[in-house]
């Protein structure tokens, strides 16, 4: 059973930054894709991006492309997301998500993370 545990969230104002921290256990990681996503208050799970553990491969949604970057640390067996020139729009639950397969659909996430606010005040 694979364990997800997230950390970082929190209040920051445009054009901060912030960076998430998702701890993985329970399975061999190297076998698994960390997903993240994002859902704002009223709206549908959106895609962030995802990194391949083994080989570091990473896709981002355009409308992340260049402000997030998605890394991993293999002796701490945990993922990031770093988040850069934060907009209001960016404001949401973040989510991470892992499994064998690379996916940018939520449904083919089989393990997911408890969640953690995000707030960029404009």
């Known amino acids: 059973q694979v364990r997800l545990v997230e950390s970082g969230g929190g209040l920051v104002q445009a054009g901060g930054s912030l960076k998430l921290s998702c701890a993985f256990s329970g399975r061999t990681f190297g076998r698994y894709t960390m997903g993240w996503f994002r859902q704002a208050p009223g709206k549908e799970r959106e895609f962030v991006g995802f990194?391949?553990?083994?080989?570091?491969?990473?896709t981002y949604a355009d409308s992340v492309k260049g402000r997030f970057t998605i890394s991993v640390d293999d002796a701490k067996i945990t993922g990031y997301l770093q988040m850069n020139s934060l907009k209001p729009e960016d404001t949401a639950v973040y989510y991470c998500?892992?499994?064998?397969?690379?996916?940018?659909?939520?449904?083919?996430?089989?393990?997911w993370g408890q969640g953690t606010q995000v707030t960029v005040s404009s």
């Open positions: 990194i391949s553990w083994l080989g570091g491969r990473t």
């Open positions: 998500a892992a499994d064998p397969r690379l996916a940018v659909v939520s449904s083919e996430y089989e393990y």
